[in-house]
């Protein structure tokens, strides 16, 4: 839950007295360029409201701006997002000192970030000569008094070597940092407009920008320094992730999708891939898809484009897809399994958004066996086509060309990892071993109670598996341990299998190779034993 005060989720951390909690789905994270806001840094948001308020609202430029709205509109709960810029300058704050000035800059870059700032001596005393406060506060628009952020600082010290130095002191700020050299006088009083105020500002310079259309490279940003995409790896965590188009005409490149499906494979998650613009109509969608070069079970795509209202232009437009596909899964998940989300009712776009082409069922069965699922504006009886991945004609296995099952197997491995993250601090103990393992299958065997698992009895369902052949004393001596774990979403005894492996610092999930010729009911045990084991524990070893 949310504290009240701090605003900060508070929850109980699972540990070996702890069911596994089953992991929150339908969650959002969105890259792209945004009007205002901090760069490169995930923000969690629950509405398009705090979106507007925090990033700016709709924006022309902005085709993240436009999927955030319909996200939320088709039935979004919960969105990560991620401002990414591409040569945006922030804006500066001149603050006088009868010499050469103080210089502040924001932080968020961008032609919408207002900021100003006041400086007094309350509280300084006479001989302090190098001691001001100093209050920065964000506006919601230039000239008014509708403050969003403030932030006070005292005794800050233009004196080298003092504790309140300003330039250590503005390191801690969420809006400004000292800009150049700190002068050697303080800055002045600032003056009040009027007589009726009892405190005067500087605004800040016209001199923000917001820099130029986003390329892939923007994007996909850098790994070192936790840039565009890199970025995510700070943020809690989602299952879904949209990249929108570059602009409203550029389609997102095939290595940021490349990426992007690599950040989603190491988060348990989803991209949400938009059709390229080109693909007109569903007759050119078919015949593109059949030299499509991005195949990837981690991946879906949802055709057509939607048409929504505008608010900004004032008529109807094509937009791209992930945004309202996000909200349709997302309003999904809340009624029903991540296993079985889309096996009943067909997705229906809420009134707000139509689809852009129309599309006949013969077109809509042909897409999908290419693996793209389809919108629908009116609620069938029953869907023609379960929904599926882009890892049809991929590499992956073929189980995972099917969402449901896909989504199942990543939502298992999120909450196994995460709800068995106490088992660090008691790597090195066989009973601990066998309370984690114990803890797995209760929470297998509660899906599989659910109807999330295929087979006649639990052992062609699902196995847990923690014991030393996994954990060698090579293992537990480098603070690892290993569980493995199987399940069969679709066909009885066809388990796919993973390596979860714990250590102090991170943990990690590996697929495991399985002999499927070898996993009738009768020989399940001695697969479990021959074929997984004696290659699991070389496997365990190399990490």
Known sequence: MADAVTGF????????????????????????????????????????????????GLWQPSTLSYALEQYFDNGGRKAIVVRVANGARPPTITLPTGGAPLTLVALAPGSREYLRASVDLDGVGANEEDRFNLVVQRLRTPGSERVEDQEIFRRLSVQPGSDRHVATVLLDSRLVRVSGEVPRARPLRTPARTSSLLAGYVASN?????????????????????????????????????????????????????????????????????????????????????????????????????????????????????????????????????????????????????????IDDAERARLAQLGVNTFATVRPVRRSCSPRTLGAGGSGPADWTWLGARRLALFILASVEEGTRWIVFQHDRPDAWARLRAQVEAFLAALDDDGAFVGRDAAERWFVICDERLNPPTSTAAGRVHLLLGFAPLRAGDFHAFLVTQRAGGSSVRPVSVNRLATSRARVGEEIETAILRGIALEAQAF
Not at 19 to 29: E, K, L
Request: some cysteine; proline content about 7%; hydrophobic content about 45%.
């Open 206 to 358: 016209p001199d923000g920008d917001d820099g130029a259309p986003l390329t892939d490279y923007d994007i996909i940003g850098s790994s070192q320094r936790g840039t565009g995409l890199f970025s995510l790896r700070m943020a809690p965590r989602f299952d879904l992730l949209c990249v929108p188009p570059l602009t409203r005409s550029d389609d997102v490149g095939l290595s940021t999708l490349m990426i992007a499906a690599r950040v989603c494979r190491e988060h348990q998650a989803m991209l949400i891939v938009d059709p390229p613009a080109a693909w007109s109509n569903a007759g050119a969608a078919i015949e593109a898809l059949r030299l499509w070069p991005f195949r990837s079970e981690q991946a879906l795509m949802y055709y057509p484009r939607v048409l929504a209202f505008d608010r900004v232009r004032g008529r109807h437009e094509v937009f791209a897809s992930c945004g309202a596909a996000a909200g349709l899964i997302a309003r999904g998940d809340a009624t029903t399994p991540v296993w079985s989300a889309g096996e009943g009712d067909e997705p229906v776009l809420r009134p707000a958004l139509r689809t852009a082409v129309q």
């Open 9 to 56: 989720d508070i929850s109980e951390q699972n540990g070996p007295g702890h069911a596994i909690a089953r992991v929150t789905t339908g969650i959002t994270a969105f890259v792209g360029r945004a009007l205002k806001g901090p760069v490169d840094t995930p923000v969690v948001i629950h509405s398009f409201a705090e979106y507007v308020r925090l990033f700016g």
